[in-house]
């Protein structure tokens, strides 16, 4: 049974962003993958207002729709996480002009193109893309940061996948 929905009218949108994400790891871990695709999609909806009426930063819109596509992408739903991708790639290529921000969004961007190939099969593909996410997230944030534990488990992956043509 999914938790019921924990966030609040009275809280600000930031706010209920940190109560959505505080539940997800919740949710993932009774198997409840739509649950955390719904969270995310409501995410999503609050980063949209953020930016749109706070004034947010772009760059939080752009994370939130990859976080949504791993979600879609851990679900098997790869049209949705494909799409979700190409929102945020398309935002990070034409709203994003910091080239230190441009760069940490990156991380993501080549993490969740990865992770789309590795759940459509294409564990060639899903390795160089995620060697590329490892190796920008070590220059962009350095080596103890926690997204490259994440990238390397799927790098792992697409490693054991990894079926070589004859």
């Avoid at 992408?73 to 002009?97: C, D, F, P, R, S």
């Amino acid at each position: 049974p999914r938790p019921t929905s924990p966030a609040r009218p009275k809280l600000h949108p930031l706010e209920q962003v940190d109560v959505l994400e505080s539940k997800i790891p919740e949710l993932a871990a009774l198997g409840d993958i739509d649950g955390v695709i719904e969270y995310r999609m409501r995410q999503l909806a609050y980063h949209k207002v953020l930016h749109e009426l706070h004034g947010h930063p772009v760059a939080q819109l752009a994370v939130a729709y990859t976080q949504l596509g791993e979600a879609y992408a851990t679900g098997q739903y790869h049209e949705q996480a494909l799409t979700q991708w190409q929102k945020a790639k398309a935002i990070a290529e034409m709203n994003v002009y910091d080239d230190g921000t441009a760069q940490r969004l990156e991380v993501p961007l080549l993490g969740l193109e990865g992770f789309i190939y590795l759940q459509s099969g294409d564990s060639a593909q899903a390795r160089v893309k995620l060697a590329q996410a490892l190796d920008m997230s070590e220059r962009v944030f350095g080596d103890k940061d926690a997204r490259r534990a994440v990238l390397n488990e799927l790098l792992g992956k697409s490693a054991t996948e990894y079926r070589p043509s004859s």
